[in-house]
C-alpha cells in the first residue's frame, strides 16, 4: 500500500526521484515498472505498479465498445497510458505530454493512494487541497453506505 505525501523537483529532463520509502517496495514487488497516465477528473497523473494497471485496462478493455462513455474513458485512460521503468537511481520519467496535461513544471507532489499514486503540480494541489476542505464540512457530506460505519 502507498501513502503518505511527498514533495518532490522535477529535474530538467523531467524526471522524478521516486522516494525511498516507496522505492523498496516497487523494486521487490513490481520489478519497477510503471505506467503513468492522466486522471480524467482533475488535472493530475496516476502512476500504477504495472500489474496493478493492467487489472485495470483488462477492465476497461471489457467495457462496451459501443457505449460512448466507456470510449471515452478507455480513449483517455488507456490512449494516454505510458510505461516508465524506475532507473538504478530511483528516478522515472515523466513523458512531456503529460508533464504539460498536468502542468507540472519543477515542484510536484506524490501521493500515496494505496494501488497508485497521483502526481499534481504542488501549486494547483495546494489550490485544490484548500478547496476541498473549504467546500464540504463532515457534517455537509453525504457518504457512501460503505463509509459510514467507517471510524476515523
Known amino acids: 500500500m502507498f501513502r503518505g505525501v511527498s514533495l518532490i523537483t522535477l529535474d530538467v529532463k ?3 526521484g521516486m522516494p525511498t520509502r516507496h522505492r523498496e517496495r516497487l ?3 513490481f520489478g519497477n515498472e510503471l505506467v503513468i497516465t492522466i486522471d480524467t477528473d482533475e ?4 502512476v500504477y505498479p504495472t500489474p496493478q494497471w493492467e487489472e ?3 477492465s476497461l478493455s471489457a467495457l ?3 457505449n460512448k462513455h466507456a470510449r471515452r474513458i478507455q480513449r483517455l485512460l488507456v490512449g494516454h497510458a505510458t510505461d516508465c521503468d524506475m532507473d538504478s537511481h530511483g528516478r522515472i520519467l515523466v513523458p512531456p505530454p503529460l508533464r504539460e496535461y498536468a502542468g507540472l513544471e519543477k515542484r510536484v507532489v506524490l501521493i500515496g493512494q494505496g494501488k497508485k499514486f497521483e502526481l499534481w503540480d504542488e501549486t494547483r494541489w495546494n489550490e485544490r487541497r484548500e478547496a476541498w476542505l473549504e467546500e464540504e464540512t463532515p457534517e455537509d457530506l453525504e457518504l457512501p453506505p460503505e463509509l459510514v460505519s467507517l471510524a476515523l
Do not use: D
Not at 488535472?43 to 496516476?46: A, E, S
Open 14 to 16: 523531467g524526471r522524478l
Open 27 to 29: 523494486e521487490t514487488h
Open 43 to 46: 488535472r493530475c497523473l496516476l
Open 56 to 58: 485495470i485496462e483488462r
Open 64 to 66: 462496451p465498445g459501443l
